[in-house]
T-cell receptor, first 112, second 116 residues
Framework: DVKVTQSSRYLVKRTGEKVFLECVQD?????MFWYRQDPGLGLRLIYF???????EKGDIPEGYSVSREKKERFSLILESASTNQTSMYLC???????????FGAGSRLTVL | AQSVSQHNHHVILSEAASLELGCNYS??????LFWYVQYPGQHLQLLLK??????LVKGIKGFEAEFIKSKFSFNLRKPSVQWSDTAEYFC??????????????FGKGTKLSVIP
């Protein structure tokens, strides 16, 4: 089975801190994604990457950046965390354009 | 850009009742359609998908969905729900080919509560 591992399940950070969320997949998938999930808003795409060192903005990229230096790893960076970035962050990967996503367990970030 | 609308925010059913969750999308071209499910405390996982062919697709755990192109709909159905179907269900769409192929757009989700 494809496994997508998010390094942190729960994080608590302070406003203004730099936050790194790490995601690793073990099935050689080309595409990787970061979503945030908020009650009543569903999943919203932050960034995605279809190849190493490639990145594309999703629907809500403001306040976030990403890094993909290796195929298996996709990092989400909050340069200066704010309280409105308190959310559940989901990483996913897929092979090819059909976008059958495999999700990680999620990282719940609280910004105080 | 594509968008997805799920009609119900929260559905409450008794066991053995029939289920239909509505999903409509807006996109003018060819699409791929998905239903994902998130059971309490678990990862999001694929329930079923439609790429082409027979518009009635069957997924895991007795779920099925029908793609009606003329109505831009992809409703999820199950004839008899069980308590274990309690979960949140997300409809999703992406464009088949072209610039939007990588972007899977999700609806806001429908919470299903099944009462024993």
């Amino acid at each position: 089975d494809v496994k997508v591992t998010q390094s942190s399940r729960y994080l608590v950070k302070r406003t203004g801190e730099k936050v790194f969320l790490e995601c690793v997949q073990d099935m050689d998938h080309e595409n990787m994604f970061w979503y945030r999930q908020d009650p009543g808003l569903g999943l919203r795409l932050i960034y995605f990457s279809y190849d190493v060192k490639m990145k594309e903005k999703g629907d809500i990229p403001e306040g976030y950046s990403v890094s993909r230096e290796k195929k298996e790893r996709f990092s989400l960076i909050l340069e200066s965390a704010s309280t409105n970035q308190t959310s559940m962050y989901l990483c996913a990967s897929s092979d090819g354009r059909a976008n059958v996503l495999t999700f990680g367990a999620g990282s719940r970030l609280t910004v105080l | 850009a594509q968008s997805v609308s799920q009609h119900n925010h929260h559905v409450i059913l008794s066991e053995a009742a029939s289920l239909e969750l509505g999903c409509n999308y807006s996109y003018g071209g060819t699409v791929n359609l998905f239903w994902y499910v998130q059971y309490p405390g678990q990862h999001l996982q694929l329930l079923l998908k439609y790429f082409s062919g027979d518009p009635l697709v069957k997924g895991i755990k007795g779920f099925e969905a029908e793609f009606i192109k003329s109505k831009f709909s992809f409703n999820l159905r199950k004839p008899s729900v069980q308590w274990s179907d309690t979960a949140e269900y997300f409809c999703a769409v992406n464009a088949d080919g072209g610039a939007g192929s990588y972007q899977l757009t999700f609806g806001k989700g429908t919470k299903l509560s099944v009462i024993p």
